[in-house]
């Protein structure tokens, strides 16, 4: 018997509609009418199987042991990625993605779109939001805060427009960072040649060896930005070259769009911005925040035309005493949170706004909301 006609047997659509439905996979009735086009099958085509029934029991050793990746290639995600027959865990689940990567990033398809077609649409992420060097950090503010440890934070990117620091920025992929739109939007844009951006900096006024420089080949801001309110204060920047990843550089990984941080829970702001209203800091400083609710951030956040918004997230204190807060040159940089179960830190805001006098006592630190711009991010980085 053929191939083709044993896969036909053994896996196939019952339906005829199957390749239109697709994007509904994991609905059970269709991913039982069409197990071809879901590939809920048996993985015939390919031919990547475990060698051993004890493989699926061995996968915490598939990093380390080369015999149990030879032998446990599915357990392992070792499978050859079809027509290239190289080893990645970075593939399309499905033969079809080509045809819906005109949805890639439409909010009601993105979940699917990440499991199943996560080459075509460029999710791959890899070790995203791992920081090798990092031990137990005590917190400390941005003012008058201790400096963040080397390589604790190392997708913190520093900015700088005619040799000067300008602004913070977050490397989200070898090649883009985030960072805000009000850094840029009086700046000139037509000369790039005027940026530069420093990665594996801790003390930007030394040269520790760690750092890699390198310039801007292109600068997106949103299209929507309003330089009153702040709205959508958020920029993508494309390097020109890739970014070498190691201990001191890696990315960031990014939050799902429907991901809503609880108020109360405390994450991480980080820059070299003024410790004080007239005075900045040479070395990387952090802060550790609480998130407060967007109806309380806004009551005490009412000045200079500024309104909060749900695509906005604030952090903060109001007890009388604490003061923590980013200050001016922390924009652009990141507001990060670790998950508790990957141990993976992600990127949840982007420095934007707060108290002109960088003072947590009368007011919270604002950041973009990253989980709202998911689509646009991924838009416009391919």
């Avoid at 070259?241 to 429907?258: G, H, K, Q, R």
């Avoid at 998130?291 to 806004?298: G, L, P, Q, R």
């Avoid at 035309?305 to 940089?333: E, I």
Wanted: with cysteine; hydrophobic share 30%; aromatic share 12%.
């Amino acid at each position: 018997m053929a191939v083709g006609s044993l896969e036909e047997n053994l896996c196939r659509d019952i339906a005829s509609w199957c390749s239109e439905y697709i994007i509904y996979c994991s609905y059970p009735y269709v991913s039982n009418n069409c197990q071809k086009t879901c590939q809920v099958c048996k993985d015939y085509a390919d031919g990547c199987e475990d060698k051993a029934e004890w493989c699926p029991g061995y996968k915490a050793y598939c990093k380390d042991v080369p015999y149990i990746q030879e032998n446990c290639p599915k357990s392992c995600e070792k499978c050859p990625q079809v027509g290239t027959g190289e080893p990645t865990t970075c593939r399309d689940r499905s033969s079809r993605c080509s045809s819906y990567s005109h949805i890639c990033y439409q909010d009601k398809y993105l979940n699917f779109m990440k499991t199943n077609c996560e080459n075509t649409c460029r999710f791959c992420e890899g070790d995203c939001g791992i920081a090798e060097q990092r031990k137990l950090a005590s917190a400390s503010s941005v003012v008058q805060g201790e400096s963040a440890p080397v390589g604790y934070y190392p997708w913190q990117a520093g900015i700088y427009f005619d040799g000067d620091f300008l602004c913070g920025g977050t490397l989200i992929d070898r090649t883009h960072l985030l960072s805000a739109a009000h850094c840029f939007y009086v700046l000139d844009r037509d000369d790039l040649t005027k940026y530069k951006v420093v990665l594996g900096d801790n003390n930007k006024d030394v040269n520790e060896g760690m750092e890699q420089r390198i310039t801007i080949s292109n600068m997106t801001l949103h299209e929507n930005y309003e330089t009153q309110t702040y709205k959508n204060d958020i920029a993508i920047l494309e390097l020109s070259i890739p970014a070498e990843l190691n201990n001191f550089v890696n990315t960031i990984c990014l939050p799902d769009y429907s991901v809503e941080l609880p108020v109360g829970k405390k994450c991480f702001v980080t820059g070299w911005g003024k410790t004080s209203v007239i005075s900045y800091t040479s070395n990387l400083l952090q802060a550790e925040l609480p998130v407060v609710d967007t109806e309380t951030c806004a009551t005490r956040n009412s000045f200079n035309n500024h309104v909060v918004t749900t695509d906005m997230l604030c952090a903060g204190y109001n007890n009388g005493f604490t003061y923590a807060s980013a200050c001016h040159g922390d924009s652009g940089g990141p507001f990060q949170c670790e998950d508790p179960d990957s141990k993976k830190w992600f990127l949840y805001g982007v420095v934007s706004w707060g108290s002109p006098q960088c003072n947590g006592l009368d007011s919270y630190t604002v950041f973009t909301k990253v989980s709202k711009y998911i689509s646009w991010i991924y838009k416009n980085k391919t």
